[in-house]
């Protein structure tokens, strides 16, 4: 089974409005980490937010949120006023204990903002 | 404060060549992680060097090999190359192999011809 999911390979928003990035997890784990990635076309892999899996609030770093619903396995990035800046591909990733703290990636979502 | 950096930023090879990839992590840091992207996929654990040892590895053959120096610093190789190597090599450093955030380089690009 995959690790990590994500189900929107492209999404579109229009600039200042909020959008939520889909990302859906596995894992028997009892103590995991949760992270956004975003990459722009450069490549570099730029990290935008953390939740843990005992984290009671769900994490916010100024416009992004993560919207973490633990008994569904969830965990949206949220980012609101959206700029032309935040086109970029976007990737949820999972770090478990018992996978030796390795990074497990989704497939990404390609978000594209419009003027 | 340098972030993490890699070296060559693009490279070109043949099959069944040999190529070295290098990374220096972020300042503090003491593990590196490598990561293989192909076109239009997430990124995929090669393996982490901790200590100067490989504390962990994908499901990546032998023909992916590493080395961590006593800076920190790491080599990916890959021998006898395919074409299907060609993609996004991504570093990536921490500190300590718990659970630390990983900062990532900006990748070299390999295409193998």
């Known amino acids: 089974a995959q690790k990590i999911t994500q189900t929107q390979p492209g999404m579109f928003v229009q600039e200042k409005e909020a959008v939520t990035l889909d990302c859906t997890y596995d894992t028997s784990d009892p103590s995991y980490g949760l992270f956004w990635y975003k990459q722009p076309s450069s490549g570099e892999m730029i990290f935008l937010i953390y939740?843990?899996?005992?984290?009671?609030q769900n994490a916010t770093e100024g416009r992004y949120s993560l919207n973490f619903q633990k008994a569904r396995k969830s965990a949206n990035l949220v980012i609101s006023a959206s700029q032309l800046g935040d086109s970029a591909m976007y990737f949820c990733?999972?770090?478990?204990?018992?996978?030796?703290?390795?990074?497990?990636f989704g497939t990404g979502t390609s978000l594209t903002v419009i003027p | 404060d340098a972030g993490v950096t890699q070296s060559p930023t693009h490279l070109i090879k043949t099959r069944g060549q040999q190529v070295t990839l290098r990374c220096s992590p972020k300042?503090?840091?003491?593990?590196v992680s490598w990561y293989q992207q192909a076109l239009g996929q997430g990124p995929q654990f090669i393996f982490q060097y901790y200590e100067e040892e490989e504390r962990q590895r994908g499901n990546f053959p032998d023909r992916f090999s590493g080395h961590q120096f006593p800076n920190y610093s790491s080599e990916l190789n890959v021998n006898a190359l395919l074409l299907g190597d060609s993609a996004l090599y991504l570093c990536?450093?921490?500190w300590g192999q718990g659970k630390a955030e990983q900062y990532f380089g900006p990748g070299t690009r390999l295409t193998v011809t």
């Open positions: 990733a999972m770090r478990e204990p018992s996978g030796g703290n390795q990074f497990y």
């Open positions: 300042s503090g840091h003491d593990t």
């Open positions: 990536a450093s921490s």
């Open positions: 939740q843990g899996s005992y984290d009671q």
